[in-house]
């Protein structure tokens, strides 16, 4: 079955033949605008975030709270769903703020609400129990044995890390029913999502906070034992290429994605309205068992609403060379050619891909050095002709404006860059600012025209809406025309500027009946008002005001533990850092290695000094990984620390003293009383707490329960 734009799909369960999910696409928008340009041209769900913050693109333009109900009205009457945004760390003073503002999205009618920090996730399910909760992918749920142990927040649907690939994911579902949505389009980061700390380190601008400053887009040295070392023009040593995964669409159904998102809520709605369509093509194309076929113009006007260069992520594995070329961080567009040689007034270049008088270009050179020449094209010559028209193929010459471009600065086979393309835009354009929508609902109508009867129209529409119209006297028998399906057909779909097609018409028609097209008419328009007024609202019952408060009121008074005091520990990178720090006066150890095959040893030299030891998994745990659980539980430690909600899970299930560390990412009493709940001794508060926000924290826990890192 080909899905048009809008249509809902269904598809048994991949590798059980039973059960139903629906294939999704999902896209971004940052504004009211992106949100237009993602309906028109095939979304079946949209994220979006508030101004207000707690989402994780505060540079996004984003939603007021008042604004939300319109917008969530407009979603819903296109048939899309809309997800809201809560996906950012939130600290104990900000609680309060937080439990009104989910009552109001809740109201507004908000599909589902993505969420990082599991306190925020219990407060939600507190205030409104039936509202949909999806894990974003900043809470790193990077395996089924992290999904599991996550299920108890209520979590519906998981946004997999983007670094999993695609046998990864497929072992992922083979162990959770829960719904798995995947990045299949834009920008990559160096870091696993929720676990990078650089911005923050670097700029005081938190990643988990909606603030990243990029830093990986910036230029990097490599100082390796002292010695600077000469990485030529690769300089952009941690900016990963985009991710573009429309051929692969087919195997992610196969390993069981039901949602296929794009990111880019910080991107402009021409590339939203771009990528959606194209994503809308290739998914259909899969659903249907077609090959998706793309072709290299596809590809480059993709690549034209924004591209650092197209790759396949991390889905068909690691291949961190060609994920990372480093030799740029920015747009670059589509290649568009190279100089065959330098004029007086002009450029000739070989062609690679179409250009037209007004395009943006860019001459390959070192923006670091601001060596980088570009401007728009004034003129496009061929054969001595000035072309009005686009031209794909030959050797042109382009004219500039002589302060944009120094000719002199070129050379002969350098690359040249198409970065803006003004009439690819306005067609882009066209799909969003028309007065009439251009994606419509599909209404299916059942009529029923008998003499002796009133003409009645029943209706309902893919969104939800209905309608039942009668006419005011019975039909009478036509002398001459009587009523057919075809003048029916012609009449009832004529559904002007309204949002509806018709998809379907039924009717039942029975003695040759009359009906004028005045009547026809006015039923016409009596079925587009009652439709218009009957769209399905959602009603969720809401907990009363104090559901913050009940949740706090159920936390151990924040007092010190009798015969508590501030113990000292210690991590140590290596076996030499861990004799060093043994003969100090150290309460306790903590030996993080590389190589995870010398806790033996380790755990030996502790032991011998009486210090307690605790050993540390790596951070991220992925499908198939658990074997390194089973090697520290070996190395019998006298604890471990717990980094991940997948090692909190094994690790007190095999009685082992646990830790938890600061990639928990502990920022309020909510989050810390969950994982305690779980079987942690201690916690690290998350490194995006500042001083008087640690203070907050502390006053609402227990004390010994906070380990601080200094």
Not at 608 to 634: C, D, N, S, W, Y
Request: aromatic share 6%; net charge negative.
């Amino acid at each position: 079955m080909v899905a048009g734009a809008g249509e809902s799909v269904t598809l048994g369960r991949a590798g059980t033949g039973t059960g139903l999910r629906r294939a999704e696409l999902l896209a971004p928008a940052g504004d009211l605008t992106c949100l237009r340009a993602a309906v028109e041209n095939g979304a079946d769900a949209v994220y979006f975030g508030l101004e207000c913050g707690f989402n994780a693109r505060a540079r996004a333009g984003n939603f007021s709270l008042e604004s939300l109900p319109e917008a969530i009205d407009f979603l819903h009457r296109r048939g899309v769903r809309g997800y809201l945004t809560l996906n950012t760390l939130a600290f104990s003073a900000e609680l309060p703020e937080l439990e009104q503002i989910v009552r109001q999205i809740s109201d507004a009618g908000v599909d589902a609400v993505l969420v990082q920090d599991t306190g925020v996730a219990r407060l939600i399910r507190e205030i409104s129990p039936q509202l949909s909760l999806h894990a974003s992918t900043q809470m790193t749920l990077s395996s089924g044995e992290c999904i599991e142990a996550a299920r108890s927040l209520g979590i519906e649907r998981v946004v997999l890390p983007r670094e999993l690939s695609i046998d990864e994911i497929r072992q992922v579902h083979a162990v959770t029913d829960l719904e798995l949505e995947v990045f299949v389009h834009g920008a990559l980061c160096v870091a696993y999502s929720g676990q990078c700390l650089t911005s923050e380190s670097l700029g005081g601008r938190s990643a988990n906070r909606g603030q990243c400053a990029q830093a990986c887009r910036l230029p990097y040295e490599i100082l390796s034992d002292g010695v600077l070392q000469d990485t030529g023009a690769q300089k952009y040593l941690l900016s990963p290429q985009d991710l573009a995964a429309f051929p692969l669409i087919p195997e992610l159904l196969d390993a069981g994605v039901s949602s296929f998102k794009i990111e880019g809520r910080l991107k402009t709605p021409e590339y939203v309205a771009n990528i959606t369509a194209h994503y809308r093509q290739a998914l259909d194309e899969a659903l249907a068992g077609q090959p998706i076929q793309f072709s290299k113009r596809d590809i480059q006007q993709m690549e034209m609403s924004f591209s650092r260069g197209f790759s396949p992520g991390w889905l068909q594995g690691c291949d961190h060379k060609m994920l990372v070329p480093a030799v740029s961080s920015a747009k670059r567009g589509v290649l568009l050619g190279r100089v065959v040689r330098v004029l007086r007034d002009a450029v000739a270049v070989q062609l690679e891909y179409l250009v037209q008088a007004g395009d943006g270009v860019v001459f390959e050179g070192d923006r670091l050095a601001g060596a980088e020449q570009g401007g728009r094209v004034y003129h496009v010559r061929q054969n001595g002709w000035q072309l009005p028209e686009p031209v794909d193929s030959g050797i042109v010459e382009l004219s500039f404006d002589r302060a944009a471009v120094d000719l002199q600065q070129l050379r002969p086979g350098q690359a040249v860059w198409k970065t803006d393309d003004p009439r690819l835009n306005q067609q882009l354009r066209r799909t969003f600012e028309a007065a009439d929508p251009l994606r419509r609902v599909a209404l299916s109508l059942q009529v029923r025209a008998v003499v002796g009867e009133p003409l009645r129209i029943q209706g309902s529409a893919a969104n939800g809406c209905r309608c039942d119209v009668i006419s005011d006297t019975p039909l009478q028998a036509a002398a001459k025309h009587p009523l057919s399906q075809q003048l029916l057909h012609e009449q009832l779909s004529r559904l002007g500027s309204s949002v509806f097609h018709l998809s379907d018409l039924q009717s039942e028609i029975a003695g040759g009946p009359m009906v004028p097209l005045s009547v026809l008419g006015r039923l016409r328009r009596e079925l587009l008002e009652q439709l218009s007024s009957s769209l399905p609202r959602l009603q969720r019952p809401l907990s009363d005001p104090d559901a913050l408060a009940r949740l706090r009121s159920q936390l151990p008074p924040s007092q010190s533990a009798p015969g508590s005091s501030p113990r000292l520990i210690v991590l140590c990178r290596t076996l030499e850092q861990l004799s060093a720090a043994i003969s100090g006066s150290v309460d306790g150890l903590i030996a993080d290695f590389a190589d995870l095959r010398e806790y033996r040893e380790a755990v030996q030299r502790a032991r011998t000094a009486q210090v307690p030891l605790l050993l540390a998994p790596p951070r991220i745990q992925k499908p198939g990984e658990m074997g390194l659980f089973h090697m520290l539980r070996k190395a019998d430690p006298d604890g471990v620390i717990v980094r991940n909600l997948s090692g909190l899970d094994f690790f007190r299930n095999h009685g082992l003293p646990m830790t938890g560390d600061y990639t928990l990412n502990v920022t309020n009493e909510l989050t810390a009383d969950f994982l305690m709940a779980r079987g942690l001794q201690r916690l690290t508060p998350s490194y995006d707490l500042n001083r008087d926000q640690l203070l907050d924290l502390i006053r609402v826990l227990p004390p010994q329960w906070l380990e601080i890192v200094i």
